[in-house]
């Protein structure tokens, strides 16, 4: 691994993005760009804009202004490994990031992007075919994490606890048709119900029903978002969220809850509304805390999780049921995020958090560079 200037590590930290999430991203960066360690490392910034275009700039520019799709320093990353370099796209790129120098090599990615595109692998296998180091889970994690359908059979089928649901696969419900969708829900599960996009995050798409006109709606407005939806039971729930952060031997945070104003933690809950409220740690009983922390750890390990991720449950306010509602592979990270304030409270302060972050995207990729590529017998040389 080849230090930049003065043995700094150059971290690409990669942001904004195609998804829904675009906005959150950008506040998720700033935060990471404001704690990361400048005596250990440089920083190219990379913003994915809303088109897809990537654009470099050195780490004193604005995040906002690089993310923008009529900004200069347009690069992209070859799929081909070797030289984790960033190529300009054309001369303009060329002059544009001229002057730039180191920041298109890069040691290490630090990609936080939100939702698809970002968190569902298809970045992650670009970061593969290049040999970029990067934080979080490969292309499988990622993958799976980020299909609420194939999470919930996976921790089931690991006999782990989730709220009862019914997937309609692409095309499902064109097919059938809306209403008997509906009734098909309302049958098998009852009220109230989440309806949900498989794939999408930060509630976007996601609504909740309690009458058949209801979830008529709710089914239609999923399907915007994702040709796969899927229906789950409503609880009345405490919300708490695990932070985990490892590779081989992953660990886990004190829990925290969520305390919203809203119906649901929904969109303007997450990022517009200051009445929300992270109580960390969660009050819980020492054993409640305990099985979390362990249920954290076997649904990270079921869901092939890599680096970190947030394991979000449901605490039913009744029977005080627990069930796991999902995992995020790159969960928010702005300053008011669960995942670095879980960590701060178990002792882990920012800088540190991404410090450990960075060191297990190392780790993890000089486990892959060691794995055999040659057949038995194969004469090519090493
Ligand atoms: N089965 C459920 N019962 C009760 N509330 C739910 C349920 N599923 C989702 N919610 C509410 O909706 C929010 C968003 O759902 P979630 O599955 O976490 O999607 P996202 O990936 O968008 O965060 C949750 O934080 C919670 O407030
Ligand atoms: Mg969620």
Not at 102 to 110: I, S
Not at 237 to 252: C, K, M, Q, S, T
Not at 277 to 295: C, G, H, K
């Amino acid at each position: 691994m080849s230090g930049g200037k003065m043995g700094k590590l150059r971290v690409g930290l990669l942001f904004g993005g195609r998804s829904v999430e675009h906005a959150v991203s950008i506040v998720s960066a700033t935060s990471i760009l404001r704690a990361l360690d400048r005596s250990k490392y440089s920083i190219s910034l990379i913003a994915i804009d809303p088109t897809g275009r990537w654009h470099l700039a050195e780490e004193d520019a604005v995040l906002a202004e690089v993310a923008d799709e009529k900004g200069d320093g347009r690069v992209f990353l070859p799929a081909v490994p070797g030289g984790t370099t960033l190529v300009p796209e054309d001369s303009t790129a060329l002059s544009a990031i001229g002057a730039l120098g180191d920041a298109t090599r890069l040691d290490v990615v630090f990609p936080i992007i939100h939702g698809r595109g970002g968190e569902d692998g298809a970045l992650q296998g670009l970061l593969e075919l290049a040999e970029v180091p990067y934080v979080g889970s490969g292309v499988l994690g990622s993958a799976i994490q980020m299909d609420k359908d194939v999470a919930k059979r996976l921790l089931e089928a690991a006999g782990l606890p989730v709220t009862p649901w019914i997937t309609f696969r692409p095309g499902e419900l064109d097919r059938i048709g809306l209403e008997a969708a509906a009734t098909r829900v309302a049958d098998g599960i009852g009220w109230p119900v989440f309806v949900k996009p498989a794939n999408s995050g930060s509630s976007i798409g996601i609504s909740r029903a309690d009458s058949i006109p209801e979830l008529i709606a709710a089914l239609a407005d999923a399907q915007r978002y994702d040709r796969k939806v899927i229906a789950e039971k409503a609880i009345d729930a405490r919300e708490i969220e695990v932070a985990v952060l490892g590779n081989d031997e992953p660990e886990a945070s004190v829990p925290g809850e969520i305390r919203s104003a809203h119906a649901f933690y929904d969109y303007d809950a997450k990022y517009l509304d200051d009445a929300t409220e992270l109580v960390i740690p969660a009050p819980l009983a020492p054993e409640e805390t305990a099985i979390l922390r362990s249920l954290a750890l076997d649904a990270y390990r079921a869901l092939d999780a890599e680096g970190l991720a947030r394991v979000d449950f449901l605490v039913d306010r009744e029977t005080n049921d627990f069930y796991i509602n999902e995992l995020n592979s790159l969960p928010g990270f702005t300053d008011g995020s669960m995942y670095p304030k879980l960590w701060e409270a178990s002792g882990l302060p920012y800088p540190a958090l991404l410090d450990r972050l960075i060191a297990l995207a190392l780790e993890r990729h000089d486990h892959r560079m060691r794995l055999e590529t040659r057949a038995p017998g194969d004469p090519r040389e090493t």
